[in-house]
């Protein structure tokens, strides 16, 4: 399969936003649940964020609720991540990947890993 592009990292402030973008083949945004997940330095990866195919059905890890938003974009093919009120704690490489299981949330049920972008959040 083709990987997944992930985009928009950066350096920004604690409080600060940035949005990541995932762009994949139209065939697996439409077909499969997106997932956003993180990994910091010697931490497992974690979820952060997922979607269902038809959009209709979100979920998120507890500390992003309230602060993170995802969504599809079908004229793009893209899966994105509004990140807002960034925190230090949210600093890691940020992976978009794709799940054949409806609204999975562990990281070995999920496929088409693209190479992550770096987000880094200074205090």
């Known amino acids: 399969q083709v990987p997944s592009v992930e985009s928009g990292g950066g350096l920004v402030q604690a409080g600060g936003s940035l949005r990541l973008s995932c762009l994949a083949s139209?065939?697996?945004?439409?077909?499969?649940?997106m997932g956003w997940f993180r990994q910091a330095p010697g931490k497992e990866r974690e979820f952060v964020a997922g979607i269902s195919k038809s959009g209709l059905s979100i979920e998120y890890e507890d500390s992003v609720k309230g602060r993170f938003a995802i969504s599809r974009d079908n004229i793009r093919n893209t899966i994105d991540l509004q990140m807002n009120s960034l925190k230090p704690e949210d600093t890691a490489v940020y992976y978009c990947?794709?799940?054949?299981?409806?609204?999975?949330?562990?990281?070995?049920?999920?496929?088409?890993w693209g190479q992550g972008t770096q987000v880094t959040v200074s205090s």
């Open positions: 990947a794709a799940s054949p299981h409806f609204m999975a949330t562990k990281a070995s049920m999920f496929e088409t």
């Open positions: 139209g065939r697996v945004v439409s077909s499969y649940t």
